[in-house]
C-alpha cells in the first residue's frame, strides 16, 4: 500500500525566510511519480512540480527547488525567499504506474505554510 | 486554455437529501477523478472516469456514484446525505488519467454543506 507522510501541519516564517516542506513515502513500487501541489485558499490544487523515481536529479525553478532521495524515500520542497503569495497549504503526491492508480494520487496530510510580512 | 469547471461552487443540504455536482474538464482531458477532502480525513480519492467508463474507484459507500457523459463532462451524485458527507469535493482532469503521463488539474471544488 502506497503512504505519504507530512510530519509538519503548520509552518510560519516572515517574508524573506526560506522553508522546507518534507515528505517521506512508502511504496512498494519500482516504478512511481512524486508531485507537489499547492491549495490556496480558493480551494483549487495548483500543479507544481513532478518527479519521477529514475530521475533523482535535484533542480531549482525559481524560487522553489526539491530534494529527492530515494534512499530515505524523502521528497523535500523547499521555497527560498518565501513571499506572502506563498502562503497556503502545500500537498506531496504519490503514484505509480499500476492500473488502480488510474486518475489516482494518494496524497498527504499537507503543510499550512504561513507568511507574515 | 480554460480550466476545469466545477458547479455549483456551494451548496447546503439537509441529511436525508441527494446532491449532483458538475465537473468540465480542460478541453481534450479525456479522465476525470473526483477526490473528497475533509480536515479529519484529508484527501480522498473517490472514482475515475474515461470514455464514459468508471475505472477506478475508492473506499466509498454506494451512496457515491458518478457518470461521464460523451464529452466528458462528468457528475457526482451522492444519496441520502450524512452530516460526515460535508466536504469540498474536488474534480481533476487529465489527458488519460495513466499515471506517469502527466499531472492532475483542479478545479476549484464544491463546497457542501450538511445540515
Known amino acids: 500500500a502506497q503512504k505519504v507522510t507530512q510530519a509538519q501541519t503548520e509552518i510560519s516564517v516572515v517574508e524573506k525566510e526560506d522553508v522546507t516542506l518534507d515528505c517521506v513515502y512508502e511504496?512498494?513500487?519500482?516504478?512511481?511519480?512524486l508531485f507537489w501541489y499547492k491549495q490556496p485558499p480558493s480551494g483549487e490544487l495548483v500543479f507544481l512540480i513532478r518527479r519521477n523515481s529514475f530521475d533523482e536529479q535535484n533542480e531549482i525553478s525559481g524560487r522553489y527547488s526539491w530534494n529527492f532521495q530515494k534512499s530515505t524515500s524523502s521528497f523535500n520542497f523547499t521555497i527560498t525567499a518565501s513571499q506572502v503569495v506563498d502562503s497556503a497549504v502545500y500537498f506531496c503526491?504519490?503514484?505509480?504506474?499500476?492500473?488502480?492508480?488510474?486518475?489516482?494520487?494518494?496524497f498527504g496530510a499537507g503543510t499550512q505554510v504561513v507568511v507574515t510580512p | 486554455k480554460a480550466g476545469v469547471t466545477q458547479t455549483p461552487r456551494y451548496l447546503i443540504k439537509t441529511r436525508g437529501q441527494q446532491v449532483t455536482l458538475s465537473c468540465s474538464p480542460i478541453?481534450?482531458?479525456?479522465?476525470v477523478s473526483w477526490y473528497q477532502q475533509t480536515p479529519g480525513q484529508g484527501l480522498q480519492f473517490l472514482f475515475e472516469?474515461?470514455?464514459?467508463?468508471?475505472?477506478n474507484k475508492g473506499n466509498f459507500p454506494g451512496r457515491f456514484s458518478g457518470r461521464q457523459f460523451s464529452n466528458s463532462r462528468s457528475e457526482m451524485n451522492v444519496s441520502t446525505l450524512e452530516l460526515g458527507d460535508s466536504a469540498l469535493y474536488l474534480c481533476?482532469?487529465?489527458?488519460?488519467?495513466?499515471?506517469?503521463?502527466?499531472?492532475?488539474?483542479f478545479g476549484e471544488g464544491s463546497r457542501l454543506t450538511v445540515l
Open positions: 472516469y474515461f470514455s464514459e467508463t468508471q475505472r
Open positions: 478541453s481534450g482531458h479525456r479522465s
Open positions: 511504496t512498494r513500487d519500482t516504478t512511481y511519480y
Open positions: 503526491a504519490l503514484t505509480d504506474l499500476t492500473t488502480d492508480s488510474w486518475g489516482k494520487f494518494q
Open positions: 481533476a482532469s487529465s489527458l488519460d488519467g495513466v499515471p506517469g503521463t502527466g499531472e492532475l488539474f
